[in-house]
């Protein structure tokens, strides 16, 4: 079945180690790409998102990630986490063929960095 | 400006009650998006509105689930007859209007918590 798969369920780090969290997706055709953020208790924030252009998006908080259309993949990166970085994260993908906009996510990674 | 607000942020209801959710777009924005987010899951497309008009409601349940965005006031999901699996967390998105798949970002609301009982 078509999908967006996150590979990592539950992450656990200590603060300054470096983070990759795993996206791939298996929709042909042009799509948009996003990952988002959900802090405990608050509403979904937009980290980052690709639609074009150089395939090494930068976000907020230092976040980045990397698109390759080869590998269907968009993995998000950061260098060096912090404990508020302590998180659910949701990649996401919005096809162009369906015409409307809606978000097909992944089944969201939780981060929990340790102080 | 105000984010996409949803009320109530926490819903109790006994199996076979209604539950109406409510989502109040930003400002400006005509386009409003229904997701839930099932226990262990990530959130799943329900449904896309616009203005007096459902554009896409391919991941509505057949029965029991319906949803409107009235000409005025808030977009309304409503749940009849609920059962204990509706149990979830209901998000709203908005986006600007002219969008659609070029969407550039759609902003969330802190969702709603239902509980069947």
């Known amino acids: 079945a078509q999908s967006v798969s996150q590979h990592n369920h539950h992450v656990i780090l200590s603060e300054a180690a470096s983070l990759e969290l795993g996206c791939n997706y298996s929709?042909?055709?042009?799509?948009?790409l996003f990952w988002y953020v959900q802090y405990p208790g608050q509403h979904l924030q937009l980290l980052l998102k690709?639609?074009?252009?150089?395939?090494l998006v930068k976000g907020i908080k230092g976040f980045e990630a990397e698109f390759i259309k080869s590998k269907f993949s968009f993995n998000l990166r950061k260098p060096s986490v912090q404990w508020s970085d302590t998180a659910e994260y949701f990649c996401?993908?919005?096809?162009?063929?369906?015409?409307?906009?809606?978000?097909?996510f992944g089944q969201g990674t939780t981060l929990q960095v340790k102080p | 400006n105000a984010g996409v607000m949803q009320n109530p942020r926490h819903l109790v209801r006994r199996r076979g009650q209604e539950a109406r959710l409510r989502c109040s777009p930003m400002?400006?924005?005509?386009?409003v998006y229904w997701y839930r987010q099932l226990p262990e899951e990530g959130l799943k497309f329900m449904v896309y509105?616009?203005?007096?008009?459902?554009?896409?409601e391919s991941g509505m349940p057949k029965e029991r689930f319906s949803a409107e965005f009235p000409k005025e006031g808030p977009s309304i999901l409503r749940i009849q007859q609920v059962v204990r699996g509706d149990s979830a967390a209901y998000f709203c998105?908005?986006?600007?209007?002219?969008?659609?798949?070029?969407?550039?970002?759609?902003?969330f609301g802190q969702g709603t918590r239902l509980t069947v009982v």
């Open positions: 509105l616009q203005k007096e008009n459902i554009i896409d």
């Open positions: 996401a993908v919005t096809r162009l063929s369906s015409n409307t906009g809606k978000l097909i």
């Open positions: 998105a908005s986006s600007p209007p002219g969008q659609g798949a070029q969407a550039t970002e759609a902003f």
């Open positions: 690709y639609f074009s252009g150089d395939p």
């Open positions: 400002k400006g924005h005509s386009h």
């Open positions: 929709y042909g055709g042009t799509v948009n």
